[in-house]
C-alpha cells in the first residue's frame, strides 16, 4: 500500500459529506489502513493526530454557491504544511434524478480552488472527486422523495468506493477536471454568492411559533450561527445555510421566507438601492473620492452593500413582529417550505 495513514477531515450540513468520508474510511479499514475521521464543525484549532510514515488526507465537503463553504474554505486555508503528505478533495453537489436520468450539480470553483491553494501549500493532489449525492438546498426546492434518495445513494456509493480504492492504491483521479470550463464560466456567479448571495440567504429563514425553545437548532449549527433572541431562534450572517437546523428541528417549525425574501429582493433594487443612489450622487457624497475611481463596478457595490444593510434591517423588524399571531399566520401562509409538498432533506443513516 502507498499509505500509512488516511485522515478524512468532513464538515456535513445535512449529512451527505459526512456519508461519503464514512464510505472511505469503511473502504480504507477494509484494506488496513489506519484511519481517522475528523468533523470540522465549529473549528478552533486543527487537528492533526499523530502522523505515522506517508499519509493521505482527505477534505469532504458540500458545495455551497459553487465552492466550498467559508468554513471548509477556512480550514484548508489553514491547514498546515505537512511533510510526506498527498492529498484529495471530495466535493458533494446537489444530484437529482428525473425520471431514471441522475442529474449533476455543479461545482464551480468547488474544485480548483482549494486545490490551488493547497497545492501552493505544497502538498500533491491525488483526487478530485464531485459526488452528486440528493440535492439539500431547500430553499430552493422541497426535499427529495425517499425512493429518489436511495437510488441516488447508491449509485454514489459504488462510485466513492472505486474513487477510494483507487486513491488507497496509488493511483489518481481527477474527475472533477472534466467540468473545468463549466466551473470557470460559473466564477462571477461564485463570487456573487460568497460577496452577496449567502449573506441574503443567511436572512431568509425564521422560526414560527410551532419552535418550542428546545434550541436543537443553536446547539447542532456547526458554525454557531444561530443565537435565542426574546425566545426565538435568530439567524445572524454567520450562517453557512447549510440547511441542518431546517432539516433537524423536531417541531417542523423553520421556514424560508420565499415570500418576504422576494418582497424585500423587489424593494431593494426597484424602490430603495436606486433612490439612496440618487441622493448620494445628487448629494455629492462620494464627490471628494477622485471621480475617475467611481466607475460602475463601484455603485455596484454600493448597491449590493446598500441591499445587504436593508436586509439586515428587514430581518430584524420581521424577527420582532414573529411575536405577534398574525404576523406569525402571514409568513407561515406565505411560506412554500410550510406546506406539506415541501419535504424535508432526510439523509439515509450510514453506519461507520
Ligand atoms: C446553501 C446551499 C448552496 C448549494 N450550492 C450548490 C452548488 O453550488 N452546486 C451544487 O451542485 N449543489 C449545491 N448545493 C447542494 C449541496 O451541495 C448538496 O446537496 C450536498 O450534497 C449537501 O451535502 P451535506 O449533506 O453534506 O451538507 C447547495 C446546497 C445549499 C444548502
Known sequence: MKYDQLIIYYFSGTGNARNAAIWIEKIAK???????????????????????????????????????????????????????????????????KLSKLFLPGISGAAQFFPAILLRLKGYGIVGMQPLDLPSNWLILHPGLREKVVHSIYKRCEGIVNNFAT???????????????????LMLPITFGYYFIGRFFLAKTLIATDACNNCEKCVIQCPVGAIKMIGNRPFWT??????????????????ETTHTFSTILLILSSLIISPLLISGIKYLGILDWINQSVITRNLWTIIDAAIFLVFVFMSYRILHFLMRYKFVNRIVTFTSLSSYKFWRRYKVPVQSK
Request: glycine share 6%; net charge positive; with cysteine.
Open 237 to 254: 450572517y454567520k450562517c453557512e445555510s447549510c440547511m441542518r437546523c431546517v432539516n433537524a428541528c423536531p417541531e417542523r417549525a423553520i
Open 166 to 184: 483507487e486513491l488507497i492504491d496509488g493511483k489518481r483521479k481527477y474527475k472533477a477536471l472534466l467540468s473545468l470550463p463549466i466551473d470557470i
Open 30 to 96: 477494509e484494506k488496513g489502513l489506519n484511519t481517522q475521521l475528523i468533523n470540522i464543525d465549529r473549528f478552533e484549532k486543527i487537528e492533526i493526530p499523530e502522523i505515522t510514515g506517508k499519509i493521505l488526507i482527505g477534505f469532504c465537503s458540500p458545495t455551497h454557491g459553487f465552492n466550498l463553504p467559508p468554513l471548509m474554505l477556512k480550514f484548508i486555508w489553514k491547514f498546515p504544511r505537512l511533510k510526506n503528505a498527498d492529498v484529495f478533495i471530495l466535493n458533494t453537489r446537489g444530484g437529482l
